[in-house]
Each structure stands twice: as structure tokens, then as C-alpha cells.
């Protein structure tokens, strides 16, 4: 092998699936060098794969299945891989990302990356083992959910320990918003990756390996992820992650409805009167049975869940996110947590993310009060408010693409265009994403996050903890003291520009390490100086030691998702946020009357990012001097770059 880095395991599959043809190749050392793993790389390789022209569910579509450099290796957390394509939710930038043990196994296995090229004729998995890649016959899994066909796979590999990505009935069927589940609960979970996988009869992929990774230089690696574990020991950081330890995410329905934020009756408000009867104190005492941590990680805020009793019980199952207590909880103003508990596992196991589902239902709920839907499109289906029995039997009709579910199975926006009338001033989306837990009438810099966010209204590229949860002294670190205060101040707009653009290169520097957010971005430990100290022993890439470096690696990333997004047709006009957001003040709760002053944080943004202000197309000068001459040549045939 000629590839020079340490860290990788040095390999790539590039997959004809028309024509059944696996192809092992080495890494590229530019991709290394110049996008680091993860996220970056997957970038690079959906621009020159995919464009305008591809239908996100045909053929020429393509999946990419990547990890890092930390994944696998001896950081913490080091369990994360990712997925990413063009979205068939959002016509846009897809990528998701998936705790667990998966990421790892792939690399033991013997590979970095996976390309899913073509479409298969017939039901398949790839089966990874030990350098060897070989596509296996999967009809007799085509139809089951996500827990049966891990197990079937285990037991016909006789590999009880073995790893599995795979897709349930949603992904089949090519629901918009099916995801893929790793480890039996975790989920890689949004834009739809899903289904890309099922439009390509992909049902799944198994890894099993125990080939080793090196480290360039072993001893001052130990010794630079020492210094960085030391770090998670600080007092600062004590109450944040004991909280995780204790509660896991579970603790932000708490915090977040404390605020004001805690989308509430489809995003009507952000506070909900019962959102104790959801939230951590009453999941950590009642059902918790178990506490669960990725690989390597030393926070560990996985838990397990049982219900004992009643016309919900199950388990011991992994318990809900934040996220998915917020969209079939508060959401839909449903305060039974055992309801939650099964509606959540119902998506786990058909393969379907919980956010755009439990939103859409939320959406098809406010449609029902509101009187722009009733019986007769429902098929005689109550849609009241926080009527479980009801929220159960949608779930299984999106999943299945039948009757109203067919239409709600296309996600808010589309939903909303077919309904029609003033449907969509109730579709709270951004680029066709469904909202997640966030809300920026409670707190500004969301509305940027979600505006400039590449797959739509989403947290998870660019969100900002450090004034929502108070951590002063990372402000005036990172920021200075004199932009300390107005940053600190959750909705003041100022600075959120530098503070957003900041954390969305940082972010995407972890997303192609692969690493966890808890850490970066809940308690925000970790920052580019940390890739500055890991990277280059564990690696051998010596540029790596220059944080300016890093920071330019994050500029790259950021810069080639948004071009992406720009030679896709996505402008300012786009980057903006749904009218319940951005024009109707919070009515209730502690952050009554907000509403974000997104003009004025979006023309800071596009500053710093060297895009111009009326489209939000970045200069040509700020592509080259990143290294992306290729993507500048590209926009400007297509008139899509910045005036100089």
C-alpha cells in the first residue's frame, strides 16, 4: 500500500451495484490532506459524482458510507460514522452521522469509505470482513424491520458480535424521510439516507474485522490524547457531564423548556406546561434500566429504557433522544412518555426518523384544528391533539406509503404544496427539512444556524451552546472580552454571524474526524487546537500542528457543502427561516415576544464567509485561496460566484 498516512485504514470500495462489481482501491492522499475523512471527503466525492441533474432516487444518485481518522482509535468518543448523498426529502445536501460501534468495525474490517454506485436488480447487503468486501443476497430480508435483520445477518454469518447499518420498510419504500439504523437504535437519522438506500435495493451493510490501526507515532499521540482526555476532567465541565452521565439527552427537555424553547404544538410556542411528564427526572426514575456509551467514549450518555406494564410495554429497548421526546412529546402536545417510548422504538424499527415524522404529524395535527383537513382526508383518523392512538396508526401508514400516510410520508413542505391553500404557513421546515428541537424566538442564533444550515432546519452543523448554556469563559477564549457580553446575551443578534461561522467550521472538522458533538458541542471541550495536537502524531500530516491550518481544513468543508447547495439553485432567498419563526412572536413561556433579527446576523455571516450579501454566493478569490479552484471554474460558467 502506498497510501502515506497513519490512522485510515487505507482502503476505499467503489461499488457498481448494476453490476454487482465490489472495487478495492487505496485512499487518496489528497482527500486525507485536504478534507481529512468523514464529511469532508464525502464532499468532495458527491461534487464530482452528483449535480443538478440527479434524481436523488434513481440510479445516478449516490451514498457515500464514510468514517475518520479518530474513528476507532483510542479518543474519546471515537464511535461516529456518517452517510451522505443528495437528499430525496430535500432535493439538497444529505448527510447523517450514527453513534454505536458500526464506524469502527468498518475500519477493523479494512475500509474507510464506501461508495454506492448504480442501483441493484436485486435485494442486497455488503458484507465486510477482515479486507474482504463481497455483496450478498438480501430478498430474505427485503420487508423486515431493522432488529430482525440484524439478527438474521448475525446468525447466517455466525457472527453473533457482528456490526450493521441497515434500512427498515420506510427505506424500502422509499419514504423521503426513511433513515438507516446502526447497532438496533441508533440512528443515522435525517434527509432521507434511507431511502437512497432502498431506491438502490441496498438493504444494509455487515462488518466484522480485527485488522489493526497505527498510529504515525505512537508514544506522542498517547501523549497528545492524554493531554486531550485531561481536559473532560475540568471543573468547568463537571455539571455538564454529569448530567449526561445521568440523564443523557433527556436533561434538555428540562433545560430547554426552562428557556422558552421547547417546540411546542408545532413550533406554536416554546414552552410546554407538561413537559415534566416527558422529561429526565421522570425517564432516570420510572424506566431506566441501563446506561450505554459508543465506542471509546468517557462520557457515555446512552441509556436503556424498560416499560413494565401496560398497553405500552417493552423493552429493555434504548431509550429517546431530546430530539424524539420533543417531536412526538411537545410537539404534539402528547405528555404520555410510554407513548414516546413506543412510537420512538416503531420508527427505530421501520427505519424512519423520528424528527420529521413526529413534525409532520404535529403539522397534520394544526391542519385538523385549524379545519384545512378533516375525516375525509384522513380516511377517518382523529387528529386531535395528543391522540396517541391516532400518532401510532400514522406511523405505520407513512411507513407503509398508505392512505393519508402516503401524503404525510413526503414530508411538511411537499404535504403542504398538495394540500394547498394556507397549508404551508403551517410547514415549519427550511430547504424542506423538517425543524428540530430548537427555536430562535427563544434564542437568535438558531434562526442562523437553521437558515444557513446545508440540509435545512437542523442543529446539528452549527449550534451554539455557549450562550444558551452559559459558558462565559469559552466566550471570551474564543471571542474576546469585548465581545463577551453581547454574545453571552442569548438574544441579542449581535456577533452570532462570527460565532455561527466559527462553530460551523469547527463542526466540520469533527464531522470529518469522525467524532461525537458531546464534547464539542455540549460541553464545548474540545476546539481546532485539539485536532492541532492529535492529528499530526496519529497521522503524520505535519500541517496538521498549525491550527490556522485546521481552521482553514473547517473553511474548505463548509465551503464546498454550501457550493453544493448553490450549484443546486439554493441562494439567500432560500436561507431564510418558515414565517411561524421568523414573523409571529412567541406567544408564551419565558421567551414571549421574541422573534429573531435574521437579516441582520445573515449579513455578518456572509461577510466573514467572503459570500456576497444578496445571494449568498461565496468570492472567487476566498474558493482559490482554500484550495477550491475547482469548485470557483465550476460556479462561474454558472454565474454563481460573488462580484469582486
Given at each position: 500500500?502506498?497510501?502515506?498516512?497513519?490512522?485510515?485504514?487505507?482502503?476505499?470500495?467503489?461499488?457498481?451495484?448494476?453490476?454487482?462489481?465490489?472495487?478495492?482501491?487505496?485512499?487518496?492522499?489528497?482527500?486525507?490532506?485536504?478534507?481529512?475523512?468523514?464529511?469532508?471527503?464525502?464532499?468532495?466525492?458527491?461534487?464530482?459524482?452528483?449535480?443538478?441533474?440527479?434524481?436523488?432516487?434513481?440510479?445516478?444518485?449516490?451514498?457515500?458510507?464514510?468514517?475518520?481518522?479518530?474513528?476507532?482509535?483510542?479518543?474519546?468518543?471515537?464511535?461516529?460514522?456518517?452517510?451522505?448523498?443528495?437528499?430525496?426529502?430535500?432535493?439538497?445536501?444529505?448527510?447523517?452521522?450514527?453513534?454505536?460501534?458500526?464506524?469502527?468495525?468498518?475500519?477493523?474490517?479494512?475500509?474507510?469509505?464506501?461508495?454506492?454506485?448504480?442501483?441493484?436488480?436485486?435485494?442486497?447487503?455488503?458484507?465486510?470482513?477482515?479486507?474482504?468486501?463481497?455483496?450478498?443476497?438480501?430478498?430474505?430480508?427485503?420487508?423486515?424491520?431493522?432488529?430482525?435483520?440484524?439478527?438474521?445477518?448475525?446468525?447466517?454469518?455466525?457472527?453473533?458480535?457482528?456490526?450493521?447499518?441497515?434500512?427498515?420498510?420506510?427505506?424500502?419504500?422509499?419514504?423521503?424521510?426513511?433513515?438507516?439504523?446502526?447497532?438496533?437504535?441508533?440512528?443515522?437519522?435525517?434527509?432521507?439516507?434511507?431511502?437512497?438506500?432502498?431506491?438502490?435495493?441496498?438493504?444494509?451493510?455487515?462488518?466484522?474485522?480485527?485488522?489493526?490501526?497505527?498510529?504515525?507515532?505512537?508514544?506522542?499521540?498517547?501523549?497528545?490524547?492524554?493531554?486531550?482526555?485531561?481536559?473532560?476532567?475540568?471543573?468547568?465541565?463537571?455539571?455538564?457531564?454529569?448530567?449526561?452521565?445521568?440523564?443523557?439527552?433527556?436533561?434538555?427537555?428540562?433545560?430547554?423548556?426552562?428557556?422558552?424553547?421547547?417546540?411546542?404544538?408545532?413550533?406554536?410556542?416554546?414552552?410546554?406546561?407538561?413537559?415534566?411528564?416527558?422529561?429526565?427526572?421522570?425517564?432516570?426514575?420510572?424506566?431506566?434500566?441501563?446506561?450505554?456509551?459508543?465506542?471509546?467514549?468517557?462520557?457515555?450518555?446512552?441509556?436503556?429504557?424498560?416499560?413494565?406494564?401496560?398497553?405500552?410495554?417493552?423493552?429493555?429497548?434504548?431509550?429517546?433522544?431530546?430530539?424524539?421526546?420533543?417531536?412526538?412529546?411537545?410537539?404534539?402536545?402528547?405528555?404520555?412518555?410510554?407513548?414516546?417510548?413506543?412510537?420512538?422504538?416503531?420508527?427505530?424499527?421501520?427505519?424512519?426518523?423520528?424528527?420529521?415524522?413526529?413534525?409532520?404529524?404535529?403539522?397534520?395535527?394544526?391542519?385538523?384544528?385549524?379545519?384545512?383537513?378533516?375525516?375525509?382526508?384522513?380516511?377517518?383518523?382523529?387528529?386531535?391533539?395528543?391522540?396517541?392512538?391516532?400518532?401510532?396508526?400514522?406511523?405505520?401508514?407513512?411507513?407503509?406509503?398508505?392512505?393519508?400516510?402516503?401524503?404525510?410520508?413526503?414530508?411538511?413542505?411537499?404535504?403542504?404544496?398538495?394540500?394547498?391553500?394556507?397549508?404551508?404557513?403551517?410547514?415549519?421546515?427550511?430547504?424542506?427539512?423538517?425543524?428540530?428541537?430548537?427555536?430562535?424566538?427563544?434564542?437568535?442564533?438558531?434562526?442562523?444556524?437553521?437558515?444557513?444550515?446545508?440540509?435545512?432546519?437542523?442543529?446539528?452543523?452549527?449550534?451554539?451552546?455557549?450562550?444558551?448554556?452559559?459558558?462565559?469563559?469559552?466566550?471570551?477564549?474564543?471571542?474576546?472580552?469585548?465581545?463577551?457580553?453581547?454574545?453571552?446575551?442569548?438574544?441579542?443578534?449581535?456577533?452570532?454571524?462570527?460565532?455561527?461561522?466559527?462553530?460551523?467550521?469547527?463542526?466540520?472538522?469533527?464531522?470529518?474526524?469522525?467524532?461525537?458533538?458531546?464534547?464539542?458541542?455540549?460541553?464545548?471541550?474540545?476546539?481546532?487546537?485539539?485536532?492541532?495536537?492529535?492529528?499530526?502524531?496519529?497521522?503524520?500530516?505535519?500541517?496538521?500542528?498549525?491550527?490556522?491550518?485546521?481552521?482553514?481544513?473547517?473553511?474548505?468543508?463548509?465551503?464546498?457543502?454550501?457550493?453544493?447547495?448553490?450549484?443546486?439553485g439554493i441562494t439567500r432567498e432560500d436561507e431564510t427561516l418558515p414565517r411561524r419563526l421568523l414573523k409571529e412572536p412567541m406567544p408564551t413561556g419565558p421567551a414571549k415576544g421574541g422573534l429573531p433579527d435574521l437579516d441582520y446576523m445573515l449579513d455578518e455571516y456572509y461577510e466573514l464567509r467572503g459570500s456576497d450579501k444578496e445571494t449568498g454566493y461565496p468570492?472567487?478569490?476566498?474558493?482559490?485561496?482554500?484550495?477550491?479552484?475547482?469548485?470557483?471554474?465550476?460556479?462561474?460558467?454558472?454565474?454563481?460566484?460573488?462580484?469582486?
Amino acid at each position: 500500500m502506498t497510501f502515506p498516512y497513519k490512522g485510515y485504514a487505507g482502503y476505499y470500495l467503489d461499488i457498481d451495484l448494476e453490476k454487482g462489481k465490489v472495487h478495492k482501491k487505496e485512499m487518496e492522499k489528497e482527500w486525507a490532506r485536504l478534507y481529512m475523512g468523514g464529511t469532508g471527503v464525502a464532499a468532495r466525492i458527491l461534487w464530482e459524482r452528483t449535480g443538478p441533474e440527479t434524481d436523488p432516487l434513481s440510479p445516478d444518485n449516490v451514498v457515500l458510507v464514510g468514517t475518520g481518522p479518530l474513528t476507532g482509535v483510542m479518543f474519546s468518543p471515537s464511535g461516529r460514522m456518517m452517510f451522505a448523498s443528495k437528499s430525496p426529502l430535500t432535493g439538497v445536501w444529505a448527510e447523517s452521522h450514527a453513534g454505536g460501534f458500526f464506524g469502527p468495525e468498518i475500519k477493523y474490517a479494512g475500509f474507510d469509505f464506501i461508495i454506492f454506485n448504480g442501483r441493484s436488480p436485486k435485494p442486497v447487503y455488503l458484507l465486510l470482513q477482515d479486507g474482504r468486501a463481497e455483496l450478498k443476497d438480501a430478498a430474505h430480508l427485503w420487508g423486515r424491520e431493522t432488529d430482525v435483520t440484524t439478527d438474521m445477518i448475525r446468525e447466517e454469518n455466525r457472527d453473533p458480535s457482528m456490526e450493521t447499518a441497515v434500512i427498515g420498510p420506510a427505506g424500502e419504500n422509499q419514504v423521503p424521510y426513511g433513515c438507516v439504523i446502526v447497532d438496533y437504535y441508533r440512528a443515522a437519522g435525517r434527509t432521507g439516507l434511507g431511502a437512497v438506500l432502498g431506491s438502490k435495493n441496498v438493504k444494509g451493510i455487515a462488518a466484522s474485522g480485527a485488522l489493526p490501526l497505527e498510529a504515525h507515532d505512537m508514544d506522542k499521540y498517547l501523549e497528545a490524547n492524554e493531554e486531550e482526555m485531561a481536559k473532560l476532567h475540568d471543573p468547568l465541565w463537571t455539571e455538564s457531564i454529569a448530567s449526561l452521565r445521568k440523564y443523557g439527552t433527556t436533561d434538555l427537555v428540562a433545560m430547554i423548556n426552562e428557556i422558552g424553547r421547547l417546540p411546542t404544538k408545532n413550533h406554536w410556542t416554546g414552552f410546554f406546561d407538561e413537559a415534566d411528564d416527558i422529561g429526565p427526572e421522570i425517564i432516570a426514575n420510572k424506566y431506566r434500566v441501563g446506561q450505554e456509551a459508543c465506542h471509546g467514549c468517557a462520557i457515555g450518555c446512552k441509556y436503556i429504557y424498560r416499560v413494565k406494564e401496560g398497553k405500552f410495554r417493552g423493552g429493555p429497548a434504548g431509550g429517546p433522544e431530546y430530539e424524539t421526546l420533543m417531536a412526538f412529546g411537545s410537539n404534539c402536545l402528547n405528555s404520555d412518555v410510554e407513548s414516546i417510548f413506543y412510537l420512538g422504538q416503531r420508527c427505530d424499527l421501520l427505519g424512519m426518523d423520528t424528527i420529521s415524522c413526529g413534525k409532520t404529524i404535529g403539522f397534520a395535527m394544526e391542519l385538523w384544528e385549524k379545519g384545512i383537513i378533516d375525516e375525509s382526508d384522513t380516511g377517518g383518523i382523529d387528529l386531535s391533539w395528543g391522540n396517541v392512538e391516532s400518532m401510532s396508526e400514522l406511523v405505520e401508514l407513512i411507513a407503509r406509503k398508505e392512505g393519508v400516510g402516503a401524503l404525510l410520508a413526503k414530508g411538511t413542505r411537499k404535504a403542504a404544496e398538495e394540500i394547498g391553500g394556507e397549508a404551508w404557513k403551517y410547514a415549519v421546515h427550511v430547504k424542506g427539512l423538517e425543524a428540530s428541537g430548537q427555536d430562535p424566538r427563544a434564542h437568535q442564533s438558531v434562526g442562523l444556524t437553521y437558515a444557513t444550515n446545508v440540509r435545512g432546519a437542523d442543529h446539528l452543523r452549527s449550534l451554539s451552546s455557549l450562550e444558551e448554556l452559559n459558558y462565559p469563559e469559552v466566550i471570551i477564549n474564543r471571542f474576546g472580552e469585548e465581545k463577551a457580553e453581547a454574545i453571552g446575551q442569548i438574544m441579542s443578534p449581535k456577533y452570532k454571524g462570527e460565532v455561527i461561522k466559527d462553530i460551523e467550521d469547527l463542526y466540520a472538522v469533527v464531522d470529518s474526524a469522525v467524532i461525537c458533538k458531546y464534547g464539542t458541542m455540549w460541553p464545548p471541550v474540545f476546539y481546532f487546537d485539539t485536532f492541532a495536537n492529535v492529528i499530526p502524531p496519529l497521522t503524520g500530516m505535519k500541517e496538521w500542528a498549525d491550527m490556522n491550518y485546521v481552521r482553514d481544513v473547517g473553511a474548505r468543508i463548509s465551503h464546498l457543502r454550501r457550493a453544493y447547495n448553490h450549484r443546486l439553485g439554493i441562494t439567500r432567498e432560500d436561507e431564510t427561516l418558515p414565517r411561524r419563526l421568523l414573523k409571529e412572536p412567541m406567544p408564551t413561556g419565558p421567551a414571549k415576544g421574541g422573534l429573531p433579527d435574521l437579516d441582520y446576523m445573515l449579513d455578518e455571516y456572509y461577510e466573514l464567509r467572503g459570500s456576497d450579501k444578496e445571494t449568498g454566493y461565496p468570492k472567487k478569490s476566498r474558493l482559490e485561496k482554500l484550495d477550491l479552484g475547482f469548485v470557483a471554474d465550476d460556479l462561474e460558467k454558472r454565474k454563481m460566484l460573488a462580484r469582486q
